[in-house]
């Protein structure tokens, strides 16, 4: 951020590509992303009987879309830190909509797996691996149920 903030006020030139981590997440997180949906929607076809294969499905969609949410903070923080290239050069509205469709996908990519990961502990399955590692550190509520038994 302060680097971000120092460059914005040194007068530096704005640089003319995004750096290689930044074209790499960008990369990673869409393919990621994609997978992603395509699996959320067939593993709700998974049938409930017999147990095992839809409660694998199902951890392995919340373990991937929790992976989604760290590189997306990951991301925000390369993000402050390093200057995006300007879009100069393109109309002003142009500017502005591929500004606020950054902006939208960046609260979307958070906002997604942050709400996926509320339901899930709400609905009283909570994400396998987190549980696991709750549990080998002796604070499990009773109670609490794995994605194990998952019928939903
Ligand atoms: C960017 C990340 C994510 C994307 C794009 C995504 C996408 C999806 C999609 C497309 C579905 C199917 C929805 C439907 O047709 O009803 C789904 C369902 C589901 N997702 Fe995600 N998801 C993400 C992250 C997460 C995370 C982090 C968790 C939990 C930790 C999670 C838990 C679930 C659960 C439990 C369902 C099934 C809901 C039901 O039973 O109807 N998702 N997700």
């Known amino acids: 951020m302060r680097a971000a903030f120092a460059a914005a006020h040194s007068g530096q030139a704005s640089p003319l590509s995004y750096t290689r981590v930044a074209i790499a ?17 067939w593993m709700l076809e998974i049938p409930k009987q017999p147990p095992g294969s839809r409660a694998a499905a199902f951890n392995l969609h919340k373990s991937v879309g929790l992976v989604i949410l760290a590189l997306m903070v990951l991301r925000l923080g390369w993000q402050m830190r390093h200057r995006a290239p300007t879009l100069g050069g393109l109309p002003a509205w142009q500017q502005v909509l591929a500004r606020c469709t950054h902006v939208t996908l960046y609260v979307a990519l958070i906002a997604m797996p942050v709400a996926g990961y509320l339901g899930s502990v709400f609905s009283g399955y909570p994400v396998e691996v987190v549980r696991r590692y709750i549990a080998r550190l002796g604070m499990e509520r ?9 019928d939903s």
């Open 25 to 41: 997440l960008h990369w990673i997180v869409a393919v990621v992303v994609i997978a992603q949906f395509a699996w959320g929607w």
């Open 142 to 150: 009773s109670g609490a149920q794995g994605t194990d038994e998952w």
